[in-house]
């Protein structure tokens, strides 16, 4: 090949590479199709899906240690704050609206507290409704499903504290259950929770017993078969983390 050959070809080729590049780059009328496609089935049909609502409004809980496994065995929120860069404590939390003049006091603890023990030892939500003593708690801990949607069907007599931080929730409606429990965080103290929820369930007819190891509180009760237990713990910020157990969810 002469040198005059080359010279006329190579301007050619540089010429000729930019192009191929740019056409490498441009999506197939195919791929645009599908995109535009999609973007009208997003917005149109799904609009009005209460379960695509309820997912896309409801609180997000992911357990950093656990994305990768099932939600069955999710460890309970730790008694402390976890490190990492994370949300404000009180981002979504709502107001204390509760007037204390019209609590009623909840009776002192007393006795042993071995549900104090069995709480500390329960790792999970399931595991905590299992140490249950009302009956068929184990079976129906063993069905039991995890969404923050349980958290909207907890008992009327037994909700959510005023400012509760909802952390995870759990229940369970098969085989004749109606098991709730949940986890939350609150500023009210400990006393004004146990005031909260003794009002709320003697107004209804159960009756009460309270245990306390000096840290962690458990108020419990019955009426009939329906049975109800609140695990209240103190942390050194101020919070209160809370454990709710109930089987007579709605």
Known sequence: ?????????LPALAFALPLALIACGEPAVDDQQDATNLEADLGNGN?????????????IMVDPTLTQSSNDDAIRPPPEPMGGA??????????????????KRAPAAAGDCSACRQADAALTLGALAERQTFPNAAA??????????????????????PDAQLSEAAGSDQAGCRLRVVHFSSRATPQRLLDF?????ADTGYSADHRSDGRRHVLGGLRGGDAYSVYVTPRMDGVSDVDLVS????
């Open 197 to 201: 929820y003794y009002t709320r369930t």
């Open 47 to 59: 609009a009005g899906d209460p379960a695509l609502n309820a997912a896309l409004a409801g609180q």
């Open 86 to 103: 994370m949300p404000p404590e009180e981002a979504g939390r709502r107001a204390d609206t509760v007037d204390p003049r019209t609590l």
């Open 1 to 9: 090949m002469t040198r005059s050959a080359r010279t006329i070809r």
């Open 247 to 250: 089987n007579a969810g709605r």
């Open 140 to 161: 129906c801990a063993r069905t039991i499903g995890y969404s923050a949607l349980w958290a909207n069907r907890l008992p009327a007599d037994l909700p959510l504290y």
